[in-house]
C-alpha cells in the first residue's frame, strides 16, 4: 500500500492535518498506537481535565454559591468513581469522534506505533508502507524531574496523566510547579476539599504571563484554598507506602525544608517525544532543547519529512499544533501554508479563566516600545456581577502612537472564548479603536473587552 502522506501521531497536530490532506485530495494515512485517537489532549489532557473542570466547578457553584441565590438544600456528595466515569465518556464521545471524522474522510488508521526506516518509508508493525510525505506529530511526555521518580499506577508520586485517574481523593496533596497543568488539576482537588500546597522555583505563578494577571491570579488561587510555596525549587520525592515527602530549598536560603503529602503531582513541563521513530540513523536534525528541527514550511532536514506540534519549537498547545497540522498539510498539497505565531492564545481553564494573546506589557516595554493599557475590571460589568464572578479584569495592550492591538491578557469568567475577538482584531491589524467602536450586546462579559479598548482612548464608561 502506498500513500501520499502518512502522518505519525493522532492528536490534534496529526488528525487535524489528517483530515485537511484528505480534503485537499491526498491519500492519507494516520499512525496511531494507543487504543484510541486524540493523542495527549483527548486522551489524558485538555479534554479530561476539562471535565473534572466542570464537575468540580458545578461543586464549588452548589457549595458556595447556590445558597445565596436563594437555592436551599444540602449540597451535593462526591462519588469519585462516578466523577471519574463521567470524564471517561467525556472522552470516549471525542475519541470516537475523531474517529468517526478519519472514516468519514478515508483516512486509514494504521494501528501500532511507527518508525521510520527511511525516507519514503513507515513502518507500523511488521508493514511497511511507501509514503510520497511524512508528518511527525508524536508530541511530548512529562519531562522527569531529577530526584523524583513518577509511578502513576501507584497514585502516589503522579504526573498529569495518574493525577486523572487518581484511587481515592487525597486529603493533602503536594503540586509541584505553577504552570497550567499545576493549577488547573491544584483547582480540581482543591474544589473537591483536598488541602492543595502548590511548590513554585520561580516568584510567580504562569511564569511569562502578564505580571498584573499573575499577582491576581494567585491572589484569587488563594482565596478558594490552595497555598503556595513560591521560589522553592523542589529537589527530591521520597515516595513511602502510602505517603511521599517532598524536599525543596526555600526563598530564604539556609536548610532544604519537609513537606508531607498523600499525594505528589509532579506538573514541571513537558518534552517533546519522538523515540522510537529512528531519528537519529535519519539524520534528522534537533534544536538544542531536543525538538525536531524544521524550517518556515515545517520541514526537516531530511526531504519528505515534516514535522509539527509539541515535537517542534513553540508552544506546546493542542491548538498551536492544529494550525500547524493546516498549515503544513497546504504545504505538501502546493499550497501556501501559514501560521501567525504572533497570535496564539493561552488559555488557563480555571475558575476564573485566565487568557492571553500576543506580547506582553514587560515584554514590550522591555523592547523599548511605546504602549498604551486599556484596563476594565469585571467589577464593572453587569453580567459578571449577575453570576458572581466579579473577579478579575481586561487589560489590552496597544501601540501608543497607531493604537493597533498588540496583545491582551483576561482573567474574568469565559476569558477564554471572549479572547478571541481580540485575536481576530490583531489578525486583521486592528486598532483599540476598532474594537472600541463595535457595538457589543449586552449584558455580556464580551462589554469588558470593549470598555479595556475604550479605556486605551478616551475613557470606559462604567468605571
Ligand atoms: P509549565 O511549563 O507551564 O509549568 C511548569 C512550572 O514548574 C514552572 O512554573 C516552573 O518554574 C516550575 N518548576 C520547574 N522545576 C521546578 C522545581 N524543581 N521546583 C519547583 N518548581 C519547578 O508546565 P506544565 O504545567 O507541566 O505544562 C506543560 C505544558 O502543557 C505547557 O507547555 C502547557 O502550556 C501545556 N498545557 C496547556 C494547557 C492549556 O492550554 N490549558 C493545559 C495543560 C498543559
Redesign the pocket.
Known amino acids: 500500500m502506498s500513500y501520499d502522506v502518512i502522518i505519525i501521531g493522532a492528536g490534534p497536530g496529526g488528525y487535524v492535518s489528517a483530515v485537511r490532506c484528505a480534503q485537499l485530495g491526498l491519500k492519507t494515512a494516520i499512525v496511531e498506537g494507543r487504543e484510541t485517537l486524540g493523542g495527549t489532549c483527548l486522551n489524558v ?2 479534554i479530561p ?1 476539562k471535565a473534572l473542570l466542570h464537575a468540580t466547578h458545578s461543586l464549588h457553584e452548589a457549595q458556595h454559591s447556590f445558597g445565596k441565590m436563594g437555592l436551599k438544600g444540602a449540597a451535593p456528595e462526591v462519588d469519585w468513581d462516578q466523577m471519574k466515569s463521567y470524564k471517561d465518556d467525556v472522552i470516549g464521545q471525542n475519541t470516537g469522534g475523531v474517529e468517526f471524522l478519519m472514516k468519514k474522510n478515508k483516512i486509514d488508521w494504521l494501528k501500532g506505533w511507527a518508525s521510520i526506516p527511511a525516507a519514503g518509508q513507515v513502518k507500523v508493525g511488521d508493514e511497511t508502507y511507501a509514503t510520497k510525505n511524512i508528518v511527525i506529530a508524536s508530541g ?1 511526555v ?2 522527569a ?1 531529577p530526584g523524583v521518580t513518577v509511578e502513576n499506577d501507584k497514585g502516589i508520586v503522579v504526573d ?1 496523566t495518574g493525577a486523572l485517574e487518581l484511587p481515592k481523593i487525597p486529603n493533602k496533596m503536594v503540586v ?9 488539576l491544584g483547582s480540581v482537588y482543591a474544589r473537591l476539599g483536598t488541602e492543595v500546597t502548590v ?4 516568584d510567580a ?3 511569562g504571563m502578564d505580571k498584573d494577571v499573575q499577582r491576581s491570579f494567585k491572589k484569587i488561587l488563594e482565596k478558594q484554598g490552595l497555598k503556595f510555596i513560591m521560589g ?4 527530591g520525592v521520597e515516595a513511602l507506602k502510602s505517603k511521599a515527602k517532598v524536599t ?1 530549598q526555600p526563598k530564604k536560603g539556609g536548610d532544604d525544608e519537609i513537606i508531607d503529602a498523600d499525594v505528589v503531582l509532579v ?4 518534552k517533546p517525544y519522538a523515540e522510537g521513530l529512528g531519528l537519529d540513523a535519519l539524520g534528522v536534525k534537533l534544536t538544542e532543547r531536543g525538538q525536531i528541527a524544521t524550517d518556515a514550511k515545517w520541514a526537516t532536514n531530511v526531504p519528505g519529512i515534516y514535522a509539527i506540534g ?1 515535537v517542534i519549537e513553540g ?4 491548538h498551536k499544533a492544529e494550525d500547524e497540522g493546516m498549515a503544513v498539510a497546504d504545504v505538501i498539497a502546493g499550497k501556501h501554508g501559514h501560521v501567525n505565531y504572533g497570535v496564539i492564545p ?4 480555571t475558575t476564573p479563566e485566565v487568557a492571553t494573546v500576543g506580547a506582553t506589557e514587560e515584554a514590550l516595554k522591555a523592547e523599548g516600545r511605546k504602549v498604551k493599557i486599556g484596563k476594565f475590571s469585571f467589577m464593572g460589568n453587569g453580567r459578571a456581577k449577575a453570576v458572581g464572578q466579579a473577579d478579575g479584569f481586561v487589560k489590552l495592550i496597544a501601540d501608543k502612537e497607531t493604537d493597533r492591538v498588540l496583545g491582551a491578557a483576561i482573567i474574568g469568567p469565559a476569558a477564554g472564548d471572549m479572547i478571541h475577538e481580540i485575536c481576530v482584531a490583531m489578525e486583521f491589524g486592528a486598532s483599540a479603536e476598532d474594537i472600541a467602536l463595535t457595538c457589543h450586546a449586552h449584558p455580556t462579559y464580551s462589554e469588558a473587552v470593549r470598555e479595556a479598548a475604550l479605556a486605551c482612548g478616551d475613557g470606559p464608561i462604567h468605571a
Open positions: 489532557g485538555c481535565s511530548s512529562p519531562s524531574l498529569s509541584i510547579g505553577a504552570g497550567v497543568i499545576g493549577l488547573e511548590v513554585e522555583y520561580m505563578v504562569c511564569p522553592a525549587a523542589v529537589q525543596y506538573a514541571t513541563g513537558r509539541d508552544p506546546m498547545l493542542a493561552g488559555v488557563v481553564y
